[in-house]
């Protein structure tokens, strides 16, 4: 096996809109200290030494601006490729996980909504698959009490079912690591099921290799890998880029 093929991929889906921000571009494209979403994520991967390649898998009708977008911005040089992505986030993983190199062995799946992620966690995820784990998925305890309800239609009051231990409880992150094969594998299984009328897409790559009947580890995450997902989640990422930037000019 060479050097290059010795070294993880790392497929980014980033074909979403993301309403929950509001109107305007794709959540992706959103910017953060002056610089889109998706430009941060990528260098996050483009940091690790574990990282080799790093796909991204754009809106179908915008894969010329976000070539444009990363080829404007400095990556340290790292192979970064662009593919159009599909109507759900499944979807464009498997797209990307496709223009992959077949040698590769390792690949990380990483959410360009989380533009903060530490370079440490990038390479405990990588480090973890290649120690023998078939799927990694970085996360923290929780903080807060969790309830789980009967949800009720048009917002009226929930009525409470249990309240789970939260020590036994975890935040799940990215980027989430595979073996190639294994990530490939159950890719082709959901579409088959799919296909079949099946079950619905899961929320997370780690979340096909569990309905699958593969084992899934967790590694410690980090406060900063959080989801830009609503406004006041750009705020508080904008108050860390503005830390990081004036401690080690980030």
Do not use: C, W, Y
Not at 229 to 248: F, G, I, M, N, Y
């Amino acid at each position: 096996m060479n050097a290059t093929a010795q070294l993880a991929a790392a497929v980014v889906p980033a074909a979403g809109r993301g309403e929950r921000l509001g109107p305007g571009a794709p959540k992706a494209l959103r910017e953060l200290g002056g610089v889109p979403l998706l430009v941060h994520a990528v260098r996050a991967l483009a940091r690790s030494r574990a990282v080799g390649l790093v796909v991204v898998a754009a809106p179908a009708d915008g894969v010329p601006e976000v070539v444009a977008l990363l080829d404007s911005h400095g990556l340290d040089g790292k192979d970064v490729r662009v593919v159009a992505g599909g109507a759900t986030r499944q979807e464009s993983v498997r797209l990307g996980l496709a223009a992959i190199p077949a040698d590769t062995a390792v690949v990380l799946v990483h959410d360009a909504a989380r533009p903060l992620v530490p370079v440490e966690v990038v390479d405990a995820v990588a480090a973890a698959v290649r120690a023998g784990a078939e799927a990694v998925v970085p996360a923290v305890p929780l903080a807060d009490t969790v309830k789980r309800v009967e949800p009720q239609p048009a917002g009226g009051p929930e009525p409470v079912l249990d309240t789970p231990d939260r020590a036994s409880l975890r935040a799940v992150q990215t980027p989430q690591g595979f073996l190639r094969a294994t990530l490939h594998e159950v890719h082709e299984k959901a579409l088959a099921e799919e296909a079949g009328g099946g079950l619905p897409p899961v929320t997370d790559d780690a979340g096909l290799v569990e309905r699958f009947g593969g084992r899934v580890v967790v590694v410690p995450g980090h406060e900063e890998a959080f989801k830009v997902t609503r406004p006041l989640d750009l705020v508080l990422a904008e108050a860390v880029l503005a830390r990081r930037r004036a401690s080690d000019g980030f």
